[in-house]
């Protein structure tokens, strides 16, 4: 059995913990941006009468332009901007269709579609990875960014002849 001592320690220490709590979550009131510092409750109440003296109608303005910080949109200009952005982004897709990104994932992974972009994609020229391509596939590579064929390459090197040739004999031979 406890002693009175040890009871009142414990309360003290229940006490104590509370205490700490409440002042963790609170925090430090000298840090409040209010002129109260020393009550939270007034410091409260200076903010809540500072909001009640706004005008918020003078703070909407439809008319206001990038960079209008003191002002805002009204819901429905909003409303109306974001459809905008939806059309734009949408591109011209009727708004029916494909316009959530659940339908576009549905659409994507459809069998179809997907094995049809795999095939476009696995007909791109590819920069990190060798493929192999039909001659005309090739040819049609070479001819979009305007590469010449090895073949092509082969016979111009062999055109030029010796390459490891010493002209600067031939120019001491024909002086001599």
Known sequence: ???????????AQ???SDVKTLNSTVGVLTNLTT??????VAA????????SALDLDSLIDDAA??????????????ITLLDALK????????????????ELADYLTDNQVAGGLVEQLSQRVRVDAAQNFNAAQQTQARDNIGAAAASALNAFITAL????????ADYSAAKA
Request: no cysteine; aromatic share 4%.
């Open 35 to 40: 002129t109260q510092k020393t009550n939270l």
């Open 14 to 16: 229940a006490i104590g």
């Open 161 to 168: 002849g010796e390459l490891d040739h010493d002209f600067v």
């Open 87 to 102: 059309t734009d982004i949408l591109g011209g897709i009727p708004p029916s269709t494909l316009d959530t990104l659940q």
């Open 44 to 51: 409260i109440n200076e903010l809540q009468n500072q909001v």
């Open 1 to 11: 059995m406890a002693t009175l001592e040890q009871r009142i320690i414990d309360l």
């Open 65 to 78: 332009g990038v960079g209008d910080i003191d002002v805002t949109y009204s819901a429905d200009k909003i």
